[in-house]
């Protein structure tokens, strides 16, 4: 699940933007605004590490496009981040909150390390040196910080807490995915992973197919993996195989149960990163099998949903023939080569920006709960989610049949179409 040598999300990023801005005529100006980010920062974080030593770790925050309000997205922590890919990640965040039609615009972070090998000590000494180097260029007003890969709610408290100590007051709308109880919204642990799910149940309603005569294989096991399958399940569908990436071998690895995998079970004998334990899962009765397999299973539906750049032009022909809906719960997971073959394969695709978009509107609640100080229950929560989530879907599916569109064009045409006019406008254009 790592970055192949060639692969560049923003070029990936930009190419999807240019096929639709040039169908849907968008003038010059427009598309070179929107190209990149209007604004990015690159700094450095140094860290006094355990062992006394200094060590300086490299962050970036883009800020994509804010014309719709505050820039919105997540901070990953990844050996391989690269400013490109926090380049394309926040392209994609405008597009998510478009799409959904949250009042928020895109940006996205990232910080090269790897917390594998960072005790909680030195994570949270890059969480306050990341805010110490951007304090006064985000805010609530501005751009909303959340988690993203490998990043979770406790990174986003150690962030607040340094960002209050500098501004000295309360500012818990400006950073999503904090724990319940400190400023966190109930359901949004969940919501990435239940959003998806809430369009894969609206897609197979489409297509006439029961979940319950479904099988699925995921790719990733990590926050929005895991509440994916757990949702799927509820509905009936039976998940029968799992991959995910294994820190000590450094490869990835599929768990495959053909009668089903038991979600309990398997998040019992998972770390922390969502790393399965291959031993206790033979144990358990799963088979072990190297990690890319997971594209070929014999299933109805797969779940991309760990990193970018995953169906590829390559991978894309081992998917089986059975498949039938692709749900990207993943950013970026297929290159525009993939697309022409799921496509050209009427496979259904559920596109990331439109599939994954639970988390960012989630995050919008949870901003909303904040500047009011009072939160809803869980109930609550999921039930404004689904109803945000299956509008978003059914636009973007309406729109597909009606000009006979892939469904990613489709989002791209809505996105797009949204963001552009609230730059046009503003007067920006
Ligand atoms: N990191 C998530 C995403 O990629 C959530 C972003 C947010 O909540 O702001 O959509």
Known sequence: MSHSGAFNPFDMARSQFDKIAESIGLDAGTRELLRSPMREYHFSIPVRMDDGQFKVF???RCQHNDARGPCKGGIRFHPQETVDTVR????????KCAVVDIPLGGGKGGVICDPHNLSPREQEQICRGFVRQIAYDVGPVTDVPAPDVMTNGQHMLWMMDEYETIHRGRYPGWITGKPVGMGGSLGRTQATGY????????????LKIDPKNTTGSVQGFGNVAQYCIE?????????????????????SYAFRKKDGVDLGQLRSITDRFGGIDKVKAKEAGYEILPGDTWIEQDVDILFPAAMENQITGESVKKIGKKVKVVVEGANGPSTPEADAVLHE???????DFLCNAGGVTCSYFEQVQC????????????????????SAFHAVRELAEKKKLYMRDAAYHIAI?????????????
Not at 236 to 247: F, H, T
Not at 345 to 351: G, T
Not at 378 to 389: F, G, R, T, Y
């Open 88 to 95: 394309a990640l926040s392209m994609w965040m405008t597009w």
């Open 231 to 251: 949702l799927y399940h509820k509905l009936g569908g039976k998940v029968i195989s799992v991959a995910c990436w294994d820190q000590h071998d450094k490869a």
């Open 417 to 429: 179409d949204r963001v552009a006019s609230a730059c046009r406008q503003r007067g920006w254009i």
């Open 58 to 60: 490299k962050g970036f």
């Open 195 to 206: 959003g998806a799910v809430y369009t894969l149940r609206e897609a197979l309603k489409g």
């Open 345 to 351: 394969r009427k496979i259904f695709l559920i596109p």
């Open 371 to 390: 500047n009011m100080n009072y939160f809803w229950d869980e109930a609550e929560v999921l039930s404004k989610l689904d109803h945000k989530m299956t």
